[in-house]
Antibody, heavy 122, light 108 residues
Framework: EVQLVESGGGVVQPGGSLRLSCAASGFTFQNYAMHWFRQAPGKGPEWVSFIRYDSRSIYYADSVRGRFTISRDNSKNSLDLQMNSLRAEDTALYYC???????????????WGRGTRVTVSS | EIVMTQSPATLSVSPGERATLSCRASHRVSTNLAWYQQKPGQPPRLLIFGASTRATGVPARFSGSGSGTDFTLTISSLQSEDFAVYYCHQYNNWPPGSFGQGTQVEIK
C-alpha cells in the first residue's frame, strides 16, 4: 500500500525539542522530493521544509529556519524533522508529504500522511 | 509573497447542484496552481494541478480553469462525499508557495 506514516509528536514545553519521523512505503522513496507541512486547527496547510530526492537541496520556511532540520535516509525509506527551540506558534498537526517530482520542478503533492500532532505548551 | 484569496469562505449547495469556487492570486502564477480537498480528520487530497489537470482517480465532475491570477474549481454535480474544505495552492513562487484560506462547501 502506498502510504506515509508519521510518528514522534507530543506535548513539549516552550524551548524544548521533538523529532518527527515518517515511514514511507509502496513507492520508490529515493526518487521523490519530500516535504513537511503543518496545519494549525481551523487553518490551511503551511509548508515547513523541503528536501530533494538525494538530500542535496534543502529549504525551510522563514518561520522555522535555524530551529528545524530536515533529513532523509533513502536506505530506510524514512524522513525526519528535528525541531528545536519550539514555540507556542509551532503547535499544529505535522504532515509528511510526497512531491510529484524529485527536485524543485514539482511543487504539488500527491501523497500526504495522516499527520502527527505537536503541542507546545507550558 | 504571493497571497491567494479564495471566495466565498463558505458555499452552501444542495446535492446535485453545481458549485463554483474562486481563487485569486496577488501576482501572476501562470498555470502553476493546484486544488486540494480536505475532509474532517483527513489530510488534504490533490484534485487538480496545472490549473486544469485532474489528478489520478479524481472524478470528471471536478474541473479547474484559469491562468495568471484568476482560477476556478467547478464541481458539476455535488455528491455527498464532496462536502469538504477546498484549498487552492500556487507553486509558481516555490518554495514556499502559498495556500488560500479555503472554501468550505456545505450542504444547503
Amino acid at each position: 500500500e502506498v502510504q506515509l506514516v508519521e510518528s514522534g509528536g507530543g506535548v513539549v514545553q516552550p524551548g524544548g525539542s521533538l523529532r518527527l519521523s515518517c515511514a514511507a512505503s509502496g513507492f520508490t522513496f529515493q526518487n521523490y522530493a519530500m516535504h513537511w507541512f503543518r496545519q494549525a486547527p481551523g487553518k490551511g496547510p503551511e509548508w515547513v521544509s523541503f528536501i530533494r530526492y538525494d538530500s542535496r537541496s534543502i529549504y525551510y520556511a522563514d518561520s522555522v529556519r535555524g530551529r528545524f532540520t530536515i533529513s532523509r535516509d533513502n536506505s530506510k525509506n524514512s524522513l525526519d524533522l528535528q525541531m528545536n527551540s519550539l514555540r507556542a506558534e509551532d503547535t499544529a498537526l505535522y504532515y509528511c508529504v510526497k512531491d510529484v517530482e524529485g527536485d524543485l520542478t514539482g511543487g504539488f503533492f500527491d501523497l500526504w500522511g495522516r499527520g502527527t500532532r505537536v503541542t507546545v505548551s507550558s | 509573497e504571493i497571497v491567494m484569496t479564495q471566495s466565498p469562505a463558505t458555499l452552501s449547495v444542495s446535492p446535485g447542484e453545481r458549485a463554483t469556487l474562486s481563487c485569486r492570486a496577488s501576482h501572476r502564477v501562470s498555470t502553476n496552481l493546484a486544488w486540494y480537498q480536505q475532509k474532517p480528520g483527513q489530510p488534504p487530497r490533490l484534485l487538480i494541478f496545472g490549473a486544469s489537470t485532474r489528478a489520478t482517480g479524481v472524478p470528471a465532475r471536478f474541473s479547474g480553469s484559469g491562468s495568471g491570477t484568476d482560477f476556478t474549481l467547478t464541481i458539476s454535480s455535488l455528491q455527498s462525499e464532496d462536502f469538504a474544505v477546498y484549498y487552492c495552492h500556487q507553486y509558481n513562487n516555490w518554495p514556499p508557495g502559498s495556500f488560500g484560506q479555503g472554501t468550505q462547501v456545505e450542504i444547503k
